[in-house]
């Protein structure tokens, strides 16, 4: 259902990607791991179509981004919670959301209940949000649409434990109806827990693509596949 073939992307002399390949089919959940510079955003960030690549391609159900004629209601994405209009309450954002997407208004109400924030909490201007009030409306404008695909940048971010574990039980929910979901994280065991399989990327090229393993393993195979990619090392 997400299919990334061959990109390679370059900021300046930065080789961001370089030949970067992998798929997520529909009904399975990707860990994507690697280290701070690895690529993992600007893998996302073309997929959704807010950064070109320099060369290759990256699908959805077989469209790039861009050739969606609505792409919210087939990809919801989750890549900047920091990016929302300080000034905007987060129903007014959503509201705005559903609009674009042909959306009936009665679904900012539902997404709004989904990931827990109040109806006092959403007629709040967003500037005044904590990190894991933003993340949540966030994951409210993902799956606003009901998309079949989720690409989510580090949303367990900011998110208290109950958060954590709610994120954790709505992707798997998503997944069993067959959605196909990407997310980065930096959290280990989460991934562990959370996904069928991981990329793992470092310097902007696939070091593995495999089933998940045990949490300690996991861990084990990350520090001995990221090392050298690894800007500590
Ligand atoms: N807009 C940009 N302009 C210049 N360089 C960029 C830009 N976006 C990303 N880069 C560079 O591309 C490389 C990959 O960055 P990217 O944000 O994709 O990494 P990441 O894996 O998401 O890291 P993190 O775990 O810190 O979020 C880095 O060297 C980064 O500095
Ligand atoms: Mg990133």
Not at 128 to 151: E, F, H, I
Request: hydrophobic content about 45%; proline content about 4%; glycine content about 12%.
């Amino acid at each position: 259902m997400i299919e990334m073939s061959h990109l390679h992307k370059n900021f300046g002399a930065t080789r961001a990607l370089d030949d970067v390949s992998f798929t997520v089919p529909a009904g399975q959940i990707v860990g994507f791991l690697g280290p701070n510079g690895a690529g993992k955003s600007t893998c996302l960030r073309i997929l959704t179509g807010l950064v070109h690549a320099d060369s290759g391609s990256a699908t959805i159900n077989g469209q790039a981004h861009g050739a969606l004629p609505n792409p919210g209601r087939v990809v919801g994405a989750l890549l900047d919670a920091e990016s929302f209009h300080p000034g905007r309450s987060g129903l007014e954002t959503l509201r705005l959301a559903a609009i674009t997407q042909g959306l009936p208004t009665s679904r900012v109400h539902q997404v709004l209940a989904e990931v827990g924030l109040t109806r006092a909490e959403a007629r709040r201007r967003v500037g005044g949000y904590s990190m894991g009030m933003r993340q949540r409306l966030g994951l409210a404008q993902a799956l606003l649409g009901d998309p079949a695909v989720l690409v989510l940048d580090e949303p367990t971010n900011g998110l208290d434990p109950q958060g954590q574990r709610w994120l954790a039980g709505l992707l798997q929910q998503r997944a069993e109806r067959g959605c196909a979901v990407l997310f980065s994280s930096h959290q280990l065991h989460e991934v562990a827990r959370i996904a069928d399989s991981v990329v793992m990327i470092g310097a902007g090229q696939v070091l593995a693509d495999q089933r998940v393993a045990a949490s300690a393993d996991l861990e084990a195979q990350y520090f001995a596949l990221t090392a050298g990619t690894d800007r500590a090392a």
